[in-house]
């Protein structure tokens, strides 16, 4: 059974947070109390891991044999894709085996030359 699990960047305090419950307006994060769900942004655990064991999420940059960019979800095709300024591509278990996790787009946006890169 997929592991459903979800990590929350703080736009107030630039600190990313694992995630306990979320609820329609609010959020508990494992580190703290509640807190007020507009300060933060929501990434999914995308039920993947480089080849290092770290876990993938959405808004994590990565790097596979074929592609170095953002993961998303994708709802027309509905799968998590890596997306470059160019490119994107399907993220497989296949691509995961030889991939690595370089860090992510709030902590690291230095990665793709920033935000609007992606």
């Known amino acids: 059974m997929r592991e459903f699990k979800f ?3 703080d736009k107030v305090n630039g600190r990313m947070y694992d995630v306990e419950f979320i609820g329609k307006n609010v959020i508990k994060l494992k580190e703290a109390e509640w807190e007020n769900r ?12 480089d080849s290092e064991g770290r876990e993938i999420y959405e808004g994590d940059v990565i790097e596979t ?15 998590w894709q890596v997306i470059n300024k160019t490119d994107r591509s399907m993220l497989t278990n296949i691509d995961v085996i030889r991939s690595e996790v370089l860090g992510n787009i709030y902590e690291n946006p230095e990665l793709l030359g920033g935000n609007d890169n992606v």
């Not at 507009?38 to 891991?49: E, H, R, S």
């Open 38 to 49: 507009d300060d933060f942004i929501v990434m999914q655990y995308t039920g993947l891991k």
């Open 7 to 9: 990590r929350a960047w």
């Open 65 to 79: 044999q074929r592609i170095k960019g953002v993961v998303k979800w994708d709802n027309f095709f509905g799968c």
